[in-house]
DNA sequence: AGGAGAATAAAACATTTGTTTGAAACTGGC
DNA sequence: GCCAGTTTCAAACAAATGTTTTATTCTCCT
């Protein structure tokens, strides 16, 4: 099968995306989906078995385009200290989440994420496993070597750091259409993708340099 | 109209808290929610005009008894130092986020909040001048002191601070289903409203240190 | 060229769901 | 005790939507 104007399969799988991104998967229709992407409304079953297998199938696209296209190491010399590899860490999370390289920026995929955060589907379990589980490790270990190996903190200090920091990239994310109206100025938008990296991972060295220290 | 065994109205209403916040507006369905109110289809169009009408009115109640019932200065003394103040603010939030009283806890009408940040409805703009806008701007004069007057430090600072704050909170509070799966120890919970009002009360205040001497 | 299998299209089907209707039951005042 | 107004209920309606069916077209191999 040589792709010429683009097969229907990935026309269908486009179009899901931006649709189930923006709408949620109850609010997306098939029917919306098929206009979309110039095709009839059987097609879809005929090559997903079902909506929630189209679902199944975006899901597992777009983790894997995200993490792959922006990994938590991108940009990253083999030398650089762990600071600066949180900050690709940040960076390659607000890559994924607001270019349209990435999730489709914050009006197309990028939103199915939060969306599964809050209500995962049947599909989310295997992204668990496979994508997101291990960028946590990661995470967590960057942020044990910034506190200082012979500190040597257990997880009740290093997995609430690793929350936080993930909360505040996702949050910009997630409540950009709200965000936007009460602080125009600085929108989280692909323009604004760098310096929304580098006040999130300042306020983040801030806040695990104070964490280290507490006793909780 | 003298409460005997709980009004017809309130009872849709408490019913209807419950399932628009468990599975959102599309996914709840009017007989689901007249069904757990043990009142006819018909008496929800009654007294709600239609089913956009008892959402409205569902987003108003929810945010009233939140932010009447637990205002940010909660537990406050007079002569509280900016600190504290930002703590109890903190506090204030996880409890109408995570306790039964609050917003009615992770499962129940909390996570209308986070939904409504995803994606708007026409309700929530009322929602949004009334109680979210001056509970914003509070945050800003809060950290604001803690920078220091003499900082006087301007917008590009202070926002990204209080959205960073607030972002961790709704993070924590909206991610539960996963963050119980990832981190099962310490999920966030009612039962860890304090330890979580401690953890990112000092991880922000970290964080605001190291922006306020930052130069962005 | 021909035919088997894959892909696409149009229409119909079965459910679900928000809303309306018209009648019955209830409430408070005279 | 009766009546106007309010509230509740069962049933029906109309629109939307996921899925299936059946027929047609396309594609590639021999």
């Known amino acids: 099968m040589p792709e010429q104007t683009a097969p229907t399969k990935e026309r269908i799988l486009a179009a899901a995306g931006e649709i189930f991104g923006a709408k949620g998967f109850k609010d997306a229709t098939i029917r919306t989906i098929a206009l979309a992407a110039k095709v009839n409304v059987a097609a879809i079953n005929y090559h997903f078995r079902d909506k929630e297998g189209l679902y199944g199938a975006v899901l597992e696209e777009v983790f894997h385009i995200g993490f792959t296209r922006f990994p938590a190491t991108m940009d990253l010399e083999e030398s650089s200290s762990s600071e600066q590899r949180l900050r690709a860490f940040i960076r390659a999370m607000f890559h994924r989440l607001l270019s349209r390289e990435g999730w489709g920026g914050i009006a197309g995929r990028g939103r199915l994420i939060a969306r599964e955060l809050l209500a995962p589907s049947p599909a989310f379990e295997a992204v668990l496993d496979r994508y997101i589980k291990p960028h946590k490790d990661l995470l967590v270990t960057i ?49 604004n993708l760098d310096r929304l990296t580098e006040f999130v991972w300042l306020f983040s060295l801030g806040g695990i340099a104070k964490i280290k220290d507490a006793t909780l």
Chains 1, 2 share one sequence.
């Open 143 to 191: 942020i044990s070597d910034i506190m200082g190996t012979n500190t040597n903190p257990g997880p009740e200090k290093l997995m609430p750091c690793a929350i936080s920091i993930i909360g505040q990239c996702i949050y910009y994310a997630m409540a950009s259409p709200v965000i936007k109206i009460i602080y125009a100025g600085n929108a989280p938008t692909e323009e």
